[in-house]
């Protein structure tokens, strides 16, 4: 397939992500999500999304976006880590959790429930279970995944004159320096139960 613009790739990062609940969004939730302000110019990179083969939409209706080239994991949901590390074994895996992905992402996930309110002024909340796609390091204002203190956590990563911290968003919680923790990914979507 052709090779995606910017705005394009936000767009379908978007669609993807929102596919986990099944509920496609509206042209002004796309324009909100991805900080395109023209819902003209979302439907203008909807067209060129279904021309190239990425989504199917139906027509005259609106929320009927079909994502074509996606697939269904089963992300680990992981209750702890090993002590070299890793993550994956079967003594840490408390269940799977389905998220959809591009078909051509060869990235890894894995999943865990948030077990404290350190993040609730950006709304995650104790049981919320965070998807994260595994990677060494994240950028700057990016959601972190990672060990400190034995135990998994999300942060947001917050580069200063000083250095690199992991900031939580509660005033009752501490920062904590990178040099501090470990990290194991970046947190990309988040699912909650009712």
């Known amino acids: 397939m052709k090779k995606l613009n910017p705005s394009q790739e936000k767009i379908l990062a978007y669609l993807l992500e929102r596919a986990q609940n099944s509920i496609p969004p509206s042209v002004r939730e796309i324009c909100k999500a991805t900080g395109l302000k023209s819902t003209s110019t979302v439907h203008t990179h909807l067209k060129a999304l279904e021309k190239l083969g990425y989504i199917s939409r139906e027509s005259g209706l609106n929320r009927a976006i079909h994502i074509s080239s996606s697939k269904s994991l089963q992300i680990p949901i992981i209750n702890n880590f090993l002590p070299n590390g890793g993550l994956a ?7 799977y959790i389905p998220f959809n992905v591009s078909s051509d992402n060869k990235k ?47 942060r947001k990563m917050v580069k200063l004159s000083s250095g690199s911290y992991l900031f939580p968003e509660n005033p009752d919680y501490d920062k904590i320096e990178l040099k501090d923790c470990k990290i194991v990914g970046k947190a990309i979507s988040l699912v909650r139960n009712f």
């Open 89 to 95: 074994s079967p003594n840490n895996i408390e269940g």
């Open 108 to 154: 890894e996930f894995f999943a865990f429930h948030v077990l404290d309110n350190s993040m609730k002024n950006s709304f995650i909340l104790p049981q919320d279970i965070i998807i994260v796609e595994k990677s060494s390091k994240t950028s700057d204002s990016e959601l972190a995944a990672i060990i400190y203190e034995n135990k998994l956590i999300v």
